[in-house]
């Protein structure tokens, strides 16, 4: 495995201990050596996207996630579902990584924290979304981890082995080249 890589890791849900963040935060301990992640906390303070705000000098949160994507080598994202589609916020996000070109041919990947059968039209707007950007989404690094909080610990990650195995193997796979 290439040593020194960074993922960022992009929470889709502002609720304190979210499914999704639960996932980001297993991965974080999950990094094997040589590979460092940071989780983005800055999705609460991003503004409304605004065509006419996406010029220099950038709105000081929006030229902090486009910095934070710039120095990451990977991207895994784990958002929830609301009303069939990604959050607002997140979406809003997202957006503001169009304008850009930090996120293009980054390699990127989610993971669904949703129960079996869930969460499905948050991937498929991912999927739509990330193509705009120029992600360079790997299929294959894609993966379904719901969680059961029942498996959680108390420092928040995820301890069942399985679970960690997969999210595993998206790092991995993110990290590989």
């Known amino acids: 495995m290439p040593t ?3 993922v960022l890791l992009l929470p889709g849900s502002l609720r304190t201990g979210s499914s999704n963040e639960i996932v980001l935060r297993t991965a974080a301990d999950l990094a094997p050596d040589g590979v460092t992640t ?3 906390e800055g999705l609460a303070g991003l503004p409304h996207f605004n065509p006419d705000d996406d010029t220099d000098p950038l709105p000081a949160p929006v030229a902090e996630l486009r910095a934070a994507v710039a ?3 990977a991207i895994l994202v784990c958002t929830p579902e609301y009303a069939g589609t990604l959050p607002g916020s997140f979406k809003n996000l997202l957006d503001w ?3 850009g070109v930090e996120i293009s041919d980054k390699p990127t990947a989610w993971i669904n924290a949703a129960n079996p059968g ?3 039209g948050a991937e498929a707007t ?3 979304v990330l193509d705009y950007t120029g992600a360079a989404v790997l299929e294959e ?3 379904a981890v719901p969680v059961d909080r029942a498996a959680v610990g108390p420092d928040g990650v995820i301890t069942d082995p399985g679970a960690r195995a997969e999210i595993a193997r998206v790092l991995a796979l993110l990290t590989a080249g």
Request: proline share 0%; net charge positive.
């Open 38 to 40: 940071t989780l983005y």
């Open 71 to 73: 120095a990451a080598d």
């Open 126 to 128: 991912l999927r739509l």
């Open 4 to 6: 020194n890589r960074h």
């Open 97 to 99: 990584t169009v304008g």
């Open 141 to 143: 690094a894609c993966a």
């Open 118 to 120: 869930r969460g499905l």
